[in-house]
């Protein structure tokens, strides 16, 4: 998945304490108070650790987290708001999409060349922020010089006359490219097209490994075909700007910054680990789940991986596994990666109070997110406390009666609440909806009723 650049907050991150850190994140998960704690000390020891002499940082390995509740309570969503707040590469995969070796299916290894990959895109991203406004100089040069080519050279009398009226001209040309009067002219520039042959994955063999062999064997194939087009000024300001970043910035260097910060605070969530959990007396294909587990061990205890950008040693990654372990149980697991997650932490099912939190009090909010939705069509739409309050409860019946899905259940309560708003809401000649509890009656309470019913639209 991809990871968001990081969120600003109001403090310098190395001078957060686990009390702050837990304050942030209350801003978006409700309740799951025993959980945050875990992973705020957990982030607080990450920076306590940088600021140990290297002989003894090296000594000190996380304290890896396992998360333990069911789906929807806000496992993922801690995890992701804790890497945003650390500005740490993070990155979420399932347990369930590895293999053991020798099986079709990823290699466990791929996870921390995807972490890589994150981080590069990160850097690359700051680097970029550093180079932009001199990249926006060199290529609105580079633009004025397609405008304005520049005249042959005069006789050495009148040189110094003719380079004066040219500059200005040039200078001029300039303000009018500013001021956006001419975005209507056409120019001609090159375009590098990018073009990725198509090839066989054969069995057992990584895509990384392929890539690099074919980069190394054929290095001029990748570049891709230069092509004059014709493109409208701001596009080809844009296009030239794009190409001026990446002349200004040293891939290397990107690399190798890259491989650090994945070494020194990468987070890698696993999610669903308790589906590779053996179950005892198990036969036929759960007999590889202890293989993946296996596999998972190495990188989760610490290893050298090769990535395209370099090796990355795992020893300091944080590891946040979680799983709901309904049918298995922790100690399913084998011993040797339970005793890699020293911090366990459970989390508790919501409830209906916590549900009308969950869509009021989270900066983004569900009601929030209806509410400006609406807005985009002029519609202003305003909930009571009590529509709010039977919402909730609607959804907190539906997760007793059927599969609890936590604060997901919201989701689907709430399309189906304001279906007909978000079909009607362009042609409604009220743009004034008021979502009350008779409204949330007429909408929900015969889906409810109807348990049959409630188990396919709810």
Excluded at 35 to 45: G, Q, S
Excluded at 125 to 153: F, G, M
Excluded at 195 to 215: C, H, Q, Y
């Amino acid at each position: 998945m991809a990871i968001y650049l990081p969120e600003k907050t109001q403090t310098s991150t190395d001078a957060l304490t686990p009390r702050q850190i837990v304050s942030e994140l209350d801003k978006y998960v409700i309740g799951q108070r025993a959980a945050k704690r875990a992973v705020a000390i957990a982030l607080r020891n990450r920076m306590r650790r940088q600021k140990l002499s290297a002989e003894m940082a090296e000594e000190i390995a996380p304290k890896n987290i396992l998360m333990i509740g069911p789906t929807g309570v806000g496992k993922t969503e801690i995890a992701r708001r804790l890497a945003r707040l650390a500005q740490s590469p993070f990155l979420k995969v399932e347990a369930s999409k590895f293999t053991e070796v020798g099986y079709v299916g990823r290699d466990v290894e791929s996870m921390v060349r995807d972490l890589v990959e994150l981080a590069v895109d990160m850097v690359r991203e700051e680097r970029i922020e550093e180079v932009r406004s001199k990249a926006s100089q060199h290529a609105e040069d580079r633009l004025l010089d397609l405008l304005l080519p520049p005249a042959p050279s005069p006789p050495d009398e009148d040189s110094s006359a003719v380079r004066d009226q040219q500059q200005q001209t040039r200078e001029r040309i300039r303000e009018q490219l500013r001021a956006g009067r001419l975005d209507g002219r056409v120019v001609e520039i090159d375009v590098r097209e990018r073009s990725m042959p198509s090839f066989e994955i054969v069995a057992g063999t990584s895509v990384e490994e392929i890539d690099i062999n074919l980069k190394d064997m054929l290095p001029g194939f990748f570049q891709g075909k230069s092509k004059r087009r014709k493109v409208k000024v701001p596009e080809a300001l844009e296009y030239l700007r794009q190409e001026e970043e990446q002349k200004l910035i040293d891939m290397e260097s990107v690399s190798k910054a890259a491989v650090q910060r994945v070494q020194e605070s990468g987070i890698i969530f696993l999610d669903e680990i308790d589906k590779i959990a053996g179950r005892e007396g198990s036969h036929g294909p759960d007999v590889s789940r202890e293989g993946v587990q296996r596999d998972i061990l190495p990188i989760v205890e610490g290893t050298t991986v090769n990535t395209k950008h370099g090796m990355v040693r795992t020893d300091h990654i944080l590891f946040i596994a979680a799983g709901a372990f309904h049918v298995s149980k922790p100690s399913d697991l084998i011993p040797e990666l339970q005793g890699r997650f020293p911090i366990r932490v459970e989390l508790e099912p919501l409830g209906k109070d916590d549900f009308v939190r969950i869509l009021t009090e989270p900066k983004s909010a569900l009601i929030k997110q209806y509410t400006a939705l609406m807005e985009t069509e002029g519609i202003a739409l305003h909930f009571t406390p009590g529509a709010i309050e039977q919402i909730a409860d609607f959804a907190t019946r539906v997760n007793e009666r059927t599969e609890n899905i936590g604060a997901r259940r919201l989701h689907t309560v709430m399309e189906k609440l304001l279906d007909e708003v978000s079909f009607e809401g362009p042609d409604l000649p009220d743009k004034t909806v008021t979502i009350d509890e008779a409204y949330v009656t007429k909408m929900l309470a015969d889906i409810v009723k109807n348990e049959d019913l409630s188990r396919y639209i709810l």
